[in-house]
């Protein structure tokens, strides 16, 4: 069945580095790949999202890539903050189905 | 407050009794999700609505669970007979559209514990 992976599953980095949280999906039909953010005891909230037909997306701190040739999307944060510690979901979606990752739980250590 | 809103948050039973959940999604939204969301994964699916058809169950809905969104707004999902197995975060989300067309909003979630 459709499946979406993630890498890591933690991940701690300095306050001021940079994370990259890495996702693959085996559906073909995917065309939206939307990221979301859940911090502790939180509903989960998109923070980003990209299209099949766009490689790259950046919104300030926060960029995705998206591969479709091999099925890759990645989260890239910069100038990483304590308040950016959360669980980050990934999420592959085809019209109305959508699969989520594992989720990566990202610290950021002030 | 106009998002999606689950009732209620925390559940406590006992194994063998029924629970209901109950959400109440942004109001112009035709669409309604069900996942479940154990601790250290993603949102698994479980079930989603258009107005109040039922479009989609997963394999993983056992004949213990229902869903119910008889009107077209609010939903309700039903666990007979819970199963310690079932103890998990039951979240709920709406969108305006298709889930491909933009954000799902999700609720704060009903937390089960099945003892």
């Known amino acids: 069945g459709e499946n979406v992976e993630q890498h890591p599953s933690t991940l701690s980095v300095q306050e001021g580095d940079s994370a990259v949280i890495k996702c693959t999906y085996s559906?073909?039909?995917?065309?939206?790949f939307p990221w979301y953010k859940q911090e502790l005891g939180k509903r989960p909230q998109l923070i980003i999202d990209?299209?099949?037909?766009?490689g790259e997306k950046k919104d300030q701190r926060i960029a995705v890539t998206l591969n479709k040739t091999a099925k890759h999307f990645s989260l890239h944060i910069t100038e990483t903050q304590p308040e950016d510690s959360a669980v980050y979901f990934c999420?592959?979606?085809?019209?109305?189905?959508?699969?989520f990752g594992p989720g990566t739980s990202l610290s950021v250590i002030p | 407050d106009t998002g999606v809103s689950q009732d209620p948050r925390h559940k406590i039973t006992k194994r063998g009794q029924n629970v209901t959940f109950r959400c109440d999604p942004i109001?112009?939204?035709?669409?309604l999700y069900w996942y479940r969301q154990t601790l250290g994964q993603g949102p698994e699916f479980l079930t989603y609505?258009?107005?109040?058809?039922?479009?989609?169950k997963s394999r993983l809905l056992s004949d213990r669970f229902s869903a119910e969104r008889p009107k077209g707004s609010f939903s309700t999902l039903e666990i007979q007979r819970t199963e310690q197995g079932d103890s998990a975060m039951y979240l709920c989300?709406?969108?305006?559209?298709?889930?491909?067309?933009?954000?799902?909003?999700f609720g704060e979630g009903s937390r089960l514990t099945v003892l």
């Open positions: 609505f258009q107005n109040e058809a039922q479009l989609e």
């Open positions: 559906d073909s039909a995917s065309n939206y």
């Open positions: 109001s112009e939204h035709n669409r």
């Open positions: 990209i299209r099949s037909n766009v």
């Open positions: 989300a709406s969108s305006l559209g298709v889930a491909g067309d933009g954000e799902l909003f």
């Open positions: 999420a592959a979606v085809g019209y109305d189905k959508v699969i």
